[in-house]
Each structure stands twice: as C-alpha cells, then as structure tokens.
Nanobody
Framework: QVVESGGTLVQPGGSLRLSCAASGATFNYYAVGWFRQAPGKEREGVACISEDDRITYYADSVKGRFTISIDNAKKTVYLQMNRLNADDTAVYYC?????????????????????WGQGTRVTVSS
C-alpha cells in the first residue's frame, strides 16, 4: 500500500514536493511512478523511477521541472516540482509495482501498476 501527501495550493512559479510512503513496507525491488489526472482529462504518467533507482522517466510536460527520487531507506519516493503552472493542477497519484520495466522513453500508461494511493491534490493558482 502506498500513501501520498504534500498536495496543496501553490502560486504559479512556485515549488512543491510530494511524498509517497510505502505503508508498512519498503520500495525494495519496486518501480514507483507518479501519475496525475486533471479535471476532464485522462490520467497522465508524470515520472517513474526504477527498482534499482538508476533509471528515471519523465513526461515531456514536466521534464526539466520535476525530479523523482527515493530516500536511502527506500521507504519514501518524492516528486519535487518546480516552476509550477496552471497546467500542473491535478490530483497526483503514486503507484508501485515489481514488474514494471522503467526506461527513459517508456509509456507509463501502458504499464500495469498494482499498488495505488488515494491521491493528493495540487492546485496551482494565484
């Protein structure tokens, strides 16, 4: 089970860090991804990190602004979001799975993540 936190209202141009905690466990051997869904839009894969932490993927829409990382204990995955704009407004979901193969060019939407959180809402507005 995964639990997201950190979503809030932030001004355009601001920064925010989301957290995804592995409830009662660790992310050892798991690929972990962040998805988001804006009102009226389809769910979008935003970023993903491989089970060995060596490979990351970013959607073009966030590349250069967002950074995914994991703590040394492998209990929490972070999504650092910088230079936020209104298009980043969405509910952000964390998902994990042992069998997702992460590459820098992967299609996150075609992957099956078994463990999902409830989501945390990010609103970018002045």
């Amino acid at each position: 089970q995964v639990v997201e936190s950190g979503g809030t209202l932030v001004q355009p141009g601001g920064s925010l860090r989301l957290s995804c905690a592995a409830s009662g466990a660790t992310f050892n051997y798991y690929a972990v991804g962040w998805f988001r869904q804006a009102p009226g839009k389809e769910r979008e894969g935003v970023a993903c990190i491989s089970e060995d932490d060596r490979i990351t993927y970013y959607a073009d829409s966030v590349k250069g602004r967002f950074t995914i990382s994991i703590d040394n204990a492998k209990k929490t995955v972070y999504l650092q979001m910088n230079r936020l704009n209104a298009d980043d407004t969405a509910v952000y979901y964390c998902a994990a799975d042992k069998w997702v193969f992460v590459t820098p060019w992967m299609d996150m939407g075609s992957q099956t993540f078994k463990s999902w959180g409830q989501g945390t809402r990010v609103t970018v507005s002045s």
